[in-house]
């Protein structure tokens, strides 16, 4: 009988720390994406988490292992590897590509939340540590969309001129998701109206093709690129309409 009361307190320990841990986070990562990195201090985090410097050195080591673990977080609201694989696990390129915007998209409407500013911010002006996260985080999860891209182009994963595909599609996506909410409802109402179907085939996103770009050929290799220097994801030449 002592053994499980001993273990029901452990327990009971472990489900303490996991909310402090939780609340420290989200303390921290509300002050990143209000005042950045470099001028979010430790006693501001404590003073609004509600905790002492040592819990907040015992769940993440120090200042920086604390905003490694903002970092992560934000990431992963918006999508975690787990998520977008699942994501991707079925349907079309064209359907696939449409469900990964459809949830990226989804942090235009409502409150905005912190995790969108502080990655924001940290596109803008990394904190100068980060390679641990972007191997963790991002790498895995850009090549999954760059193995997409490449489906949907019919350029391979390998040529450089994929990264100009890749880096039109982060620009857009970005600048959505860094826009002020209620500018952006104004500025594309359709989005705020949440008619971004995926059925659509995505009709206004452009995917320009570098020239001298190689088509990949044989079965699911997309659309030729080589007819149109400028094919919308819906197949039709001449990009936006």
Same mark, same amino acid.
């Given at each position: 009988m002592g053994s499980i009361s001993h273990g029901g307190h452990e327990r009971g320990k472990r489900g303490d720390g996991d909310l402090t841990r939780a609340r420290i986070l989200e303390s921290a990562g509300q002050l990143a994406a209000e005042c950045g990195y470099a001028n979010m201090t430790s006693k501001q985090v404590c003073e609004r988490a509600h905790v002492n410097m040592a819990a907040v050195n015992y769940h993440f080591g120090s200042r920086e292992g604390l905003y490694a673990a903002v970092l992560a977080e934000a990431h992963d609201r918006l999508f975690t590897l787990e998520r977008l694989r699942q994501i991707l696990a079925e349907g079309t390129a064209r359907e696939k590509l449409s469900r990964t915007l459809d949830e990226l998209l989804a942090h235009l409407h409502g409150p905005r939340s912190w995790h969108v500013r502080v990655l924001a911010r940290e596109f803008f002006s990394p904190a100068g540590f980060v390679d641990p996260f972007l191997q963790e985080k991002v790498h895995p999860k850009?090549?999954?969309?760059?193995g997409l891209l490449s489906e949907i182009t019919g350029i391979p994963q390998e !040529? +450089?001129?994929?990264?100009? &595909?890749? !880096? +039109?599609?982060?620009?857009? &996506?970005?600048?959505?998701?860094?826009?002020?909410?209620?500018?952006?409802?104004?500025?594309?109402p359709n989005l705020a109206e949440k008619r971004w179907s995926r059925t659509s085939s995505l009709p206004g996103w452009t995917m320009p093709r570098?020239?001298?770009?190689?088509?990949?050929?044989?079965?699911?290799?997309?659309?030729?690129?080589?007819?149109?220097?400028r094919r919308d994801l819906s197949g039709r030449s001449g990009g936006i309409r």
């Open positions: 850009a090549r999954l969309l760059r !040529a +450089s001129q994929l990264d100009c &595909c890749i !880096a +039109s599609s982060m620009g857009i &996506c970005m600048m959505l998701i860094m826009l002020d909410p209620a500018f952006a409802n104004s500025l594309f570098p020239s001298g770009a190689p088509a990949r050929q044989g079965p699911g290799a997309g659309p030729d690129p080589t007819k149109d220097d």
